[in-house]
């Protein structure tokens, strides 16, 4: 197995395949390296900071449960 490892800087629009690996199975995988800063970090306490502020917090309350009362049964 033939590896090749490259980092760029500043990423091209396209990236040459070698004519070594050309009409050969091949598989590509891209890593971001350095995730921007304007980014958020993606844990869960910022996703939920991110979310908009809409709706009353009745719409969101959970509905009062009365359980299914008396059973009747076809005799």
């Known amino acids: 197995m033939e590896v090749i490892r490259q980092f760029y800087e500043d990423a091209p629009i396209s990236i040459a395949v070698p004519e070594s690996l050309r009409h050969k199975r091949l598989e590509v995988i891209l890593l971001l390296q350095d995730p921007p800063?304007?980014?958020?970090?993606?844990?869960?306490?910022?996703l939920l900071a991110a979310?908009?502020?809409?709706?009353?917090?009745?719409?969101?309350?959970?509905?009062?449960?009365?359980g299914r009362g008396e059973m009747a049964w076809d005799s």
């Open 51 to 66: 979310m908009p502020n809409v709706g009353e917090d009745a719409d969101f309350a959970r509905q009062p449960d009365y």
């Open 37 to 46: 800063a304007s980014e958020a970090t993606g844990d869960l306490k910022c």
